[in-house]
């Protein structure tokens, strides 16, 4: 418990603030490359749910281009995603200005990870548990295989999180985070096609469920 309510928090700080020292040669090295491949802005702002549903934004830096149809729509992901934006998600290098959202007390270095806004209606009352801690850079449902469980496990994941968060399960994250990580087999270069979209897919659940009682 005091590991929850204090010492988890404090570690957040002190790991995210020195990786923020130690890594701005990096971080200055992917910006230049970032603003030169794919364009600008080179850092991705997007709303993100976190802790007691407060909303933030997330720092993210692209991995996609801006490029558009002759009638300005956006093209597909699949287009705008070069082959240094599949590095990028690939070795989870988009993910490092995160630690700038940690450090600030948006996230924590292990959570479940922050979803769209637009998910919020559609969990369940055991899935928002998941929101009663901070959200995460990695998390239990991302070290058991990223983009491609399923939502209702990858949920179930988050809460199985929750309900035993100590610091043994951190560190079984975190091992089970790198082992992720070195393989690459886990990671999805389109994520939004190897996810689906969990508000689509919970309301076509829903009008599945409501046409077999009106059927039945």
Known sequence: MLYRKFFKRLIDIIISGTALIVLSPIYLILAILVRVKLGSPVIFHQERPGYKQNIFTLCKFR???DEKDEYGNLLPDSVRLTSFGKMLRKTSLDELPELWNIFKGDMSLIG?????????????EEEQLRHTVRPGLTGLAQASGRNYIDW????AKDVEYVKNLSFAMDIKVIVMTVKTLLSHDSVA?????????LAEIRKARMAEAKSESINS
């Open 63 to 65: 991995s996609m281009t």
């Open 112 to 124: 479940p990870r922050p979803l769209l806004v637009s998910y919020l209606p559609y969990y369940t």
């Open 152 to 155: 209702d496990s990858r949920l």
């Open 189 to 197: 270069e389109d994520t939004n096609a190897a996810e689906g979209n």
